[in-house]
C-alpha cells in the first residue's frame, strides 16, 4: 500500500454521479488491462480491440506501456521499485477513465502478480470492471519476433533485468480472458474479449 504523504487533503464529492457520465455517454467504463511478456501481442490487440470498439459507437482510450513512460512516467525506470510504480499510477489513470464511463485499454507487461492484483483491488472496491487478460506467447516465440529488438539486447547484456531473460514475469493464476497470442488469430482473440464484453454488459451483441 502506498503511503499517503500529503497532509489535511480530503476528498470533495460533487454533484455528478459515475451513472450520470455513464448515461451521457451511453455505456459503462471498464478497465481491460493487457498483461504478457514484451512481443506477446498485447500492443497489437489492444489496437484492434480499439478499431473495433470504437467502430461500434464506443468511447475507449488506450493507454499503451512505452506510450506511457514517454509522458506521465517518463522520471521511471525497469526497477522492481519503478515497475511497482509505473503500475500504481497507470492503475489510478484507467480508474479515471473507467469512473468517466471510458472503457480504457491498459497495455503493460506488468509483470508482478501483486500489482495487478493491487489495479484489480482499486477498481473492485470501488465498484468498477477490471477485466485481467493475459496475453500468453511463450518466451522462444515473443524472442523470435522481438519486434523492438530487446531481447537480442538483454541476451546481449546491454539490458538489465529484463523480463523473461534475468527478471520474472508472474503469470496471471485466472485472468477474465486467456488469450494464446502464438497460437490464434487476431479475430479469434477479438472474439474471445468481445464476447467477455458482452457477458459483462458493456458492449452490446451485434
Known amino acids: 500500500m502506498v503511503e499517503q504523504k500529503a497532509t489535511n487533503v ?5 454533484d455528478v454521479t459515475r451513472e450520470h457520465r455513464q448515461q451521457v455517454l451511453g455505456q459503462k ?7 504478457g511478456l514484451s512481443g506477446s501481442g498485447k500492443s497489437t490487440i489492444a489496437v484492434a480491440l480499439e478499431k473495433e470498439l470504437i467502430s461500434r459507437g464506443n468511447i475507449t482510450y488506450r493507454l499503451d506501456g512505452d506510450n ?13 521499485e519503478d515497475r511497482h510504480e509505473n503500475i500504481r499510477r497507470i492503475g489510478e489513470v484507467s480508474k479515471l477513465f473507467c469512473d468517466t464511463g471510458i472503457i480504457a485499454l491498459s497495455s503493460f507487461i506488468s509483470p508482478y502478480r501483486v500489482d495487478r492484483d493491487m489495479v484489480r483491488e482499486l477498481h473492485e472496491s470501488a465498484g468498477m470492471d477490471f477485466i485481467e487478460v493475459f496475453v500468453d506467447c511463450s518466451l522462444e516465440e515473443a524472442e523470435r519476433r522481438d519486434p523492438k529488438g530487446l531481447y537480442k539486447k538483454a541476451r546481449a547484456g546491454e539490458i538489465k533485468g529484463f523480463t523473461g531473460i534475468d527478471d520474472p ?11 494464446h497470442s502464438d497460437q490464434m488469430s487476431i479475430e479469434d482473440e477479438l472474439a474471445a474479449l468481445l464476447e467477455e464484453l458482452n457477458k459483462r454488459g458493456i458492449v452490446a451483441a451485434e
Do not use: Q
Open 29 to 35: 467504463g471498464a478497465t481491460i488491462w493487457f498483461t
Open 68 to 80: 506511457v513512460r514517454l509522458g506521465i512516467n517518463k522520471n521511471l525506470g525497469f526497477s522492481a
Open 169 to 179: 514475469y508472474e503469470a496471471p493464476e485466472k485472468p477474465e480472458v486467456h488469450l
Open 10 to 14: 480530503h476528498w470533495h464529492e460533487g
